[in-house]
């Protein structure tokens, strides 16, 4: 038997044995409330108050209707997509900044979404970098962000279909190159998504694969069918805009039923009514497909342009020799390529210089770089209970059970992705035996814009942003600290449970969620107080929009320099 026919033969047994796998009473059972500790000088807002439920627990649907952070978030997209629209409807873009234009209208169109309430953007804010934008949410839910479908049922909690991970940025995943196996490392490079499942084999670009994601995951956007989205854009202000783009009929040319909207307006998942992809002719059905990757290479246009990937930080501006770091700034990147190890993982474009006394003296390899290298790690986190995730495990009106497992539910980050978790096999069917190296491994996320937050509400307390897949760390002092002290300070214990004279986060780290695979080259840096603050100072020169002051901001003529214009122009 060829290998390929033996790897499907156990791709279908592992199939059947998930589907055999015993409903415990364990994983019936609703998390067990843990302790949050927020940020000093953090404060919930008076519009909040009234969300905040027993047990450290959240009312989404209260969240949506008076969170000041959702507010904004929605005023912030409706205005984005005006701009794109006055735009789009000029009638004076070149053909690239026609089809970047289009992904940024996609990208802020909460009509997409099965009940045309919630946009890309909602849960990938530009003000915080295009991650989560709300600090109740990075406190009380990890940072995952509820979807398009309220749950009716009574005393339902979350009474919200809500993701089960802190969404990425979209800050630079267009740079992600499509997943592959690098056989001689032994590792995945590339790929997008916390587990790598938007691989980018369709269409060679990983970006607008997970672009395609969201409009049809059952606890997001949470259409049926992907060709719900191509008649929802046909329908949409800008469907002469996407034709303009993509060619004419690329919308208009496809037959829709007559009972699209009824049958578009169920939600992915929903057993009663059942949720049923559209009655297309094979012809339409291609064509649909044409469009919604259309549709994904548009966003990807558009995140890739300068107002999600610009490289305008302060290091860039460092880089371009246009600006200087600060005392502790330096001090931080000295660690960051040197004792804290950093770079070893988030490549900064230089070596890395652990031994005492040790000076880099080459030149940077990248003027532009990534600071990440494409790989996936399992860092030992501990598993987070605030996700609202683990108390999907009753059916909601709809019949459908979102996390039938309930807290027995394990995230094996590209482990998930390899063994089928989503429906169908990896592309890649040799990739299937891969699994057991890969369990509990998530995407090395790029450092660009990690420190970008929205100002506070209200103005005198801070923002809170959640890091990492599961959301478990809530500042880039806690990421820091983490790294430098997990090890140290590991004890055999669930989240809330730390020993007493000790504080979780702080001189406590819980067991790992899962231990296979560890990354052993953090967990005992050796760092000190004042070194994990130098490394968050250099940490923040990595978000752009930095403005230096420049010879031509004091009048005088500007020193032009190659290394300072835009990165596609080099």
């Not at 690239?96 to 997409?112: A, C």
């Not at 998930?416 to 299937?432: K, M, Q, R, V």
Request: with cysteine; hydrophobic share 35%.
């Amino acid at each position: 038997m060829k290998r390929s026919a033996l790897l499907s033969v156990a791709y279908a047994a592992f199939i059947v044995g998930s589907l055999l796998l015993p409903a415990t009473g364990a994983r019936a059972q609703n998390p067990t409330p843990v302790p949050i500790f927020p940020p000093p000088r953090f404060v919930i807002s008076p519009s909040d108050a009234a969300c905040i439920l027993p047990g450290n627990k959240l009312d989404l649907q209260c969240f949506i209707a008076n969170d000041p952070d959702a507010q904004r978030i929605r005023a912030e997209e409706a205005a984005l997509f005006a701009e794109a629209l006055t735009a789009a409807n000029s009638g004076t873009l070149d053909p690239f900044h026609q089809v970047e234009t289009l992904g940024k209208l996609e990208i802020y169109d909460p009509n997409l979404s099965v009940n045309n309430n919630l946009a890309c953007s909602y849960c990938h804010d530009p003000m915080a970098g295009f991650a989560n934008g709300s600090s109740v949410l990075s406190i009380y839910t990890g940072g995952s962000n509820p979807g398009s479908v309220p749950i009716t049922v009574a005393g339902a909690y979350p009474d919200n279909r809500i993701a089960k991970r802190n969404p990425q940025s979209y800050n630079y995943s267009p740079y992600f190159p499509p997943l592959q196996f690098n056989t001689t490392q032994g590792d995945f490079y590339g790929g997008n998504f916390w587990d790598a499942r938007a691989s980018g084999f369709r269409l060679q670009n990983s970006a607008a694969e997970q672009a395609q994601d969201p409009p049809l995951d059952t606890q997001e956007m949470a259409n049926p069918d992907s060709a719900c989205v191509v008649w929802k854009l046909s329908q949409s202000v800008y469907a002469s805009f996407f034709e303009t783009v993509w060619g004419a009929g690329s919308l208009s040319g496809i037959t829709f039923p007559g009972n699209t909207a009824q049958l578009c307006s169920v939600p992915g998942g929903a057993v009663n009514p059942p949720a049923q992809k559209l009655p297309l002719s094979p012809t339409d059905r291609t064509h649909a497909q044409q469009a919604y990757d259309y549709f994904g290479l548009a966003i990807a246009a558009y995140e890739i342009g300068s107002e999600v990937s610009s490289f305008t930080s302060k290091f860039d501006a460092f880089l371009a020799g246009t600006v200087k770091l600060t005392a502790a700034e330096t001090r931080g990147y000295d660690l960051f390529r040197g004792k804290a190890n950093c770079n070893t993982c988030h490549l900064d474009g230089r070596s890395n210089t652990q031994t005492p006394g040790e000076i880099d003296t080459g030149m940077a390899t990248n003027a532009a770089p990534m600071f990440t290298d494409f790989t996936y790690n399992n860092l030992g986190l501990p598993m987070n209970l605030t996700l609202p995730w683990y108390s999907e495990n009753h059916p909601d009106q709809f019949g459908f059970t979102a996390n039938p497992l309930g807290v027995g539910f394990i995230d094996f980050g590209v482990g998930l992705f390899l063994d089928g978790y989503y429906g169908s096999p990896p592309p890649n069917f040799d990739w299937i035996a891969l699994n057991p190296f890969f369990v509990g491994k998530f995407q090395t996320s790029t450092l660009r814009n990690a420190a970008q937050m929205p100002p506070p509400t209200p103005p005198s307390t801070v923002f809170v942003k959640a890091f990492m897949h599961n959301g478990y760390l809530s500042s880039l002092k806690e990421v820091v600290h983490f790294y430098n002290t997990r090890d140290k300070f590991a004890f055999n214990v669930q989240s809330g449970h730390c020993p007493k004279g000790t504080v979780e986060k702080v001189t406590c780290w819980p067991t790992p969620e899962e231990q296979d695979n560890k990354n052993m080259t953090i967990g005992n840096l050796g760092l000190t107080n004042a070194e994990e603050n130098d490394l968050v100072a250099f940490l923040q020169t990595l978000t752009d929009g930095f403005v230096p002051i420049t010879p031509a901001s004091l009048g005088k003529p500007p020193v032009m320099r190659k290394a300072a214009l835009p990165p596609h122009s080099q």
